[in-house]
Structure formats: structure tokens, C-alpha cells
């Protein structure tokens, strides 16, 4: 992989990782027209690595109020009153919400890795679908801190939902979260809080597994250092962006943009560019 591929699937990754859109489905079309796959142990590992650049963003962007809701949780179990303060409910509810991912996830791994590329054609434009249905029928007034324990619970399940590839974490979070009310910026922010325990565990998992591919392929360290950083760079700004979009603006864009995508790979398959499996 050349220094350029690795610039270009680092921007991919921070865009789609944390837009609505489906991270998956966008580095299988960018990598396969390139000439790679993801049934590539190299690829494959790779694109394992970049991820871990959006997850530090997310540390780095919300590192004030991920150290506030550690300190609130500690606090209220060092005198036996975990629910002391909004603050340490909320970590106990990103906990909560984080269970439903982490079951399913380790449980199905082996089946979600064999799902198709149709499948994630298809859950891009049905949840897109989805979404520009939640986008009209959401009231957007409750702000983040109104969050309960049926909110987390439904939130983490939305979360494990996105395990099916094409579904897109952030997008199946922030529907989740309009659906029950909140504001697009608090759903949005919820889901933000909530992908940090999710996407640390899963980044150590999967580089533990995939490491080993990348063993004497000084070529691909190289391109796997420079993608990890451009994702992590890219990957800060665009949370920024996004929640100020959210902030005015509806999710019209992230439809349009979902049902292209899921057309687009529908297409590629269909001509033969892309595989069916």
C-alpha cells in the first residue's frame, strides 16, 4: 500500500466513522476499487489500526467530559453511592448501554464477519430509510442530560444493531436517539460518550488478532502509521463538525447520502466489480 492509499483511507475512515454513513461499507468500495480486500490479512489489519486513530479522537475531543463522569463514578463508589451526581449516573448509563454490543458482538462475531456485501448495500439504504422516517416524527427537545435507563438500553441496542455491516454505529445511535426524543447534538453526543468504551475494547481486540499480518511488511507499517494518524487528525475535526451541524441543521444530508451508497455498492456488484460474499 502506498503512502497515498494509506492519506485516503485514514480521511475515509474519520469521515464515515463517525458521520451516519457507515465506515465498513465505504473503506470495502474505496479498498476493493483499489484493489484491495478485506478478506486480505494486510488489509485487513490496517484497516483494524486506522480505527484506532478515531477512537483516540473521541478521547481527545471529549476528554473533559469523559474525565468528569470517571471522576463522578470513582467518587460514588469510594462512599458506596454510585448515583451521586448526574455525572456518575451518566458513566453507570454509558456502561449499561454498552453491554448489549459487547454480548452480541463476541457471540455473533464469526456469522457478522460472514455477512455479504449485499447485506450491507442493504442496510445502508434501509437505514437510511430509517433515519429520514426518525428525522420527521422525532420531537428534538430532550438534551443529553435527560438520559434514563430505558434510553441507554435502547441506545446500546441500536449500538449492537450496527454490528451488521453497512448499519454504521453512529448512524443506528443518533436514529435511536431522535426516535426517543432528544435533540440531534444531545443524540448525537450520547452516542459519542457511549462508543468510547465499545470502540477501545473492540480496537484492543482486534489488534491483538491482526498484528501478526503485518509482521515483516515494512511497507505496510509505514502506511498503517501514516493512516492512523491522518484518521486521528481528520477524525477530531469532523466530530466538531458534525455536532455543530446537528446543531441547525436536519440529517437530509447523511439520507441522501446513505441510499447513494447503498445503490452505488448495489450497482458494483451487480456489474461484477464488487463480490456478492
Known sequence: MSILEAILFGFIQAAT????????????????????????????AFVAIIQTGTALAVLLYFRADLWRILRAVLTGLRYLSPLHTP??????????????????????????????????????????????????????????????VRDAVLVGLAQAWALIPGSSRSGSTLTMGMLLGFTR????????????????????YKLVKVLPALRGQPDWQAATAVGTLVSFLAGYLVIGWLLGWLRTRPTDLFVAWRIAAGVVIAVLIGVGVLPAS
Open 17 to 44: 466513522e463517525f458521520l451516519p454513513v457507515s465506515s465498513t461499507a465505504h473503506l470495502l468500495v474505496f479498498g476493493e476499487l483499489l484493489g484491495h480486500s478485506l478478506d486480505e490479512p494486510r488489509f485487513r
Open 87 to 148: 455525572d456518575a449516573r451518566l458513566g453507570w448509563l454509558i456502561v449499561l448501554g454498552t453491554i448489549p454490543a459487547v454480548v452480541l458482538g463476541k457471540s455473533l462475531e464469526h456469522r457478522i464477519e460472514a455477512l455479504g456485501n449485499w447485506v450491507i448495500a442493504a442496510s445502508l439504504i434501509f437505514l437510511g430509510v430509517v433515519l429520514f422516517i426518525a428525522e420527521r416524527v422525532a420531537r428534538h427537545l430532550r438534551p443529553v442530560e435527560s438520559v434514563g
Open 185 to 204: 447534538e444531545a443524540a448525537a453526543r450520547f452516542s459519542f460518550l457511549l462508543s468510547v468504551p465499545i470502540i477501545l475494547g473492540a480496537g484492543a
